[in-house]
Antibody
């Protein structure tokens, strides 16, 4: 059974940094692209970014709203994907979901909450 | 950026009714369209991908259709657990984009 478990969320001041992790299990992690999707309080879903697998060079894509501030990486030896968030803004406050990027987004974690506030 | 729109915004229905939700893309996304259900307090889950293929474990009462710019999600007979928000999403072009969602509520 596929499991995605996010961690690392919390309260951070504007301008600060936070690193989210997502531990995957139940599938061959190294074969798949992984994405991050966020949802601001009471709002809809926003795709944040993607990291491809080794066969595709671990290349990344980002939404314009986070490009240059957020970085996605992965450690296939630990079945983990990361989201490094720098220069955080109040508008980044959201639940962040780790998602398997297959046929759309076929499996989702339960999310971790990030609050950017002074 | 491809803009996704959904209609209606809210749908009030009774259990057992047939429900049809619409999704439109601002330009063609071919068949790279997914539908997601989000129940209150839960993560979204994939219902339909490739515009008409049910994801693993999704009941047969859910079906999808469409191609290009116009898509439909149909729930043949609404069950109590189906009251939720439904999002469509295109994954044909960067950035991937979601529609604003349709809330299916109890009438």
């Amino acid at each position: 059974e596929v499991h995605l478990v996010e961690s690392g969320g919390g309260l951070v001041q504007p301008g600060g940094s936070l690193r989210l992790s997502c531990a995957a299990s139940g599938f061959t992690f190294s074969d798949y692209y992984m994405d991050w999707v966020r949802q601001a309080p009471g709002k809809g879903l926003e795709w944040v970014g993607r990291i491809r697998n080794k066969a595709n060079g671990y290349t990344t894509e980002y939404a314009a709203s986070v490009k240059g501030r957020f970085t996605i990486s992965r450690d296939d030896s630990k079945n983990t994907v990361f989201l490094q968030m720098n220069s955080l803004e109040t508008e980044d406050t959201a639940v962040y979901y780790c998602v398997r990027g297959n046929n759309g987004f076929d499996f989702w974690g339960q999310g971790t909450i990030v609050i950017v506030s002074s | 950026e491809i803009v996704m729109t959904q209609s209606p915004v809210t749908l009030s229905v009774s259990p057992g009714e047939r429900v049809t939700l619409s999704c439109r893309a601002s330009q063609s996304v071919r068949s790279f369209l997914g539908w997601y259900q989000q129940r209150p307090g839960q993560a979204p889950r994939l219902l339909i991908y490739g515009d008409s293929t049910r994801a693993t474990g999704i009941p047969a009462r859910f079906s999808g259709s469409g191609f290009g710019t116009d898509f439909t999600l149909t729930i043949s007979s609404l069950q109590s657990e189906d009251f939720a928000v439904y999002y469509c999403q295109q994954y044909d072009n960067w950035p991937f984009t979601f529609g604003p969602g349709t809330t299916v509520e109890i009438k």
